[in-house]
């Protein structure tokens, strides 16, 4: 319930309160009038009962005062009442507006850490893109070492075994020298 409604009820209910209090003191006041118009009539028409008049007259002026300090004691306690009922009102207002205040508060903070948080993690996959991208950049530079390569090795491979081929040719025709030369050796030995 808003708080506006909340205090509307409060003070129709007290004022309805103080209404029905008022109407009683009303009729209260009413019914004395009355009596005393009918004390008026009664004097107006009895000479002889004058004193018992006076005395009654005096009661009912007591009375009368009575019922005014009555009235005044009640207006002063509806006074009261509407004075507390706008502390009341106003006490309302300060919670309410103080609650409000810390809610807001409290949502504002939650705000500003995602809002923080959404910050950083914006940062951080800014740094992970960069980082895919660098990372991409090498495998596409590997890539491309990797494949110059293997061409390369291929050629490598074939210089190595012409290479070895001719190593081999080279050996065979050193072993062929030097049989040559041991026999040309013994040749002269024998010639000699």
Do not use: C, W
Request: no cysteine; aromatic share 2%; proline share 1%.
């Amino acid at each position: 319930m808003p708080i506006g409604r909340l205090v509307e009820a409060l003070q129709s209910k007290e004022i309805t309160e103080l209404l029905e209090i008022i109407r009683k003191n009303a009729s209260l006041v009413d019914e004395q009038k009355s009596s005393i118009e009918a004390l008026g009539r009664e004097v107006s028409g009895l000479s002889s009962e004058i004193g018992s008049l006076k005395k009654s007259n005096h009661e009912l002026s007591d009375g009368v005062k009575a019922a005014a300090d009555s009235v005044r004691q009640l207006n002063a306690e509806l006074e009261d009442s509407v004075t507390d009922l706008k502390l009341l009102k106003s006490q309302l207002q300060s919670r309410v507006a103080e609650k409000i205040e810390s809610e807001f508060r409290v949502l504002l903070s939650r705000f500003e850490k995602d809002v923080e948080s959404i910050g950083r993690m914006k940062a951080e996959m800014a740094g992970f893109a960069s980082e895919a991208s660098r990372l991409k950049a090498e495998v596409e530079r590997l890539n491309r070492i990797s494949s110059s390569i293997k061409s390369a090795d291929f050629e490598l491979a074939d210089y190595a075994r012409r290479l070895a081929a001719d190593d081999a040719e080279k050996l065979r025709l050193m072993r062929q020298i030097d049989s040559l030369e041991r026999l040309v050796s013994r040749l002269r030995k024998q010639g000699r």
